[in-house]
């Protein structure tokens, strides 16, 4: 599969509508109403969810122009990271279960595409592709 600006900006606009799917309805059930143990410090799952969904915003504003974008690609590339493997973490140490894995794991893979959306999206890339 040839690299083209066209799959960079699949690749961000997947990753920001996945986004906003997933995390849009976390403003609307707080943990312990999912059957988890209630928040003792509600501030901080409103304000994870408020900067994870500001990413997605700019998932999509990077998908409308992944050349012009492209040095804030490698800052996404950092972000999903920061997820990921923090969660992978937190799961070894018997933390956090699999669910929260299998949404680390979602991270890292778009992570993984990012850097290759990074690589796409490069000023060399044919013209035709844009």
């Not at 304000?47 to 492209?70: K, P």
Request: hydrophobic share 60%; proline share 6%; no cysteine.
């Amino acid at each position: 599969m040839k690299l083209t600006p066209v799959f960079a900006r699949r690749v961000f606009l997947i990753a920001g509508v996945y986004g906003l799917l997933v995390l849009v309805p976390q403003y609307f059930v707080e943990l312990g109403d999912a059957g988890g143990p209630a928040l003792d410090r509600p501030e901080l799952h409103y304000g994870f969810v408020g900067v994870a969904l500001t990413w997605q915003v700019a998932f999509l504003l990077i998908a409308r122009d992944v050349v012009h974008f492209r040095p804030f690609i490698p800052v996404a590339v950092l972000e999903k990271l920061s997820f990921g493997l923090a969660a992978a973490a937190l799961y070894a140490a018997g933390r956090v279960g699999a669910d929260v894995l299998a949404a680390g794991i979602v991270d890292l893979a778009l992570g993984a595409a990012f850097a290759l959306a990074y690589r796409a999206a490069s000023p060399t890339a044919p013209a035709a592709a844009r």
